[in-house]
């Protein structure tokens, strides 16, 4: 099940997005931006980073981030 909210992209454009989950990733869609549209892939990997993934037309990126504030991992 996804939801399609209308707001604006950081160039005040009307865009909107669907988002759903499937499995263990959340997927974020957007669309009406001068460049076309974009989908993000959140996941979580084995090492508690947040994997974002980004396609925008055929350029794929991917993102690492790591929480900052981490329990001290057991000895």
């Given at each position: 099940?996804?939801?399609?909210?209308?707001?604006?992209?950081?160039?005040?454009?009307?865009?909107?997005?669907?988002?759903?989950?499937?499995?263990?990733?959340?997927?974020?869609?957007?669309?009406?931006?001068?460049?076309?549209?974009?989908?993000?892939?959140f996941t979580?990997?084995g090492e508690?980073?947040?994997?974002?993934?980004?396609?925008?037309?055929?350029?794929?990126?991917?993102?690492w981030f790591?929480?900052?504030?981490?329990?001290?991992?057991?000895?």
């Open positions: 099940m996804g939801c399609r909210p209308q707001h604006l992209s950081l160039s005040d454009e009307q865009v909107e997005s669907t988002v759903k989950v499937e499995g263990d990733q959340m997927i974020l869609h957007t669309t009406g931006m001068a460049y076309g549209e974009t989908t993000r892939f979580f990997n508690n980073e947040l994997i974002i993934k980004q396609q925008i037309k055929e350029v794929i990126g991917t993102r790591e929480r900052e504030n981490q329990p001290p991992k057991a000895a």
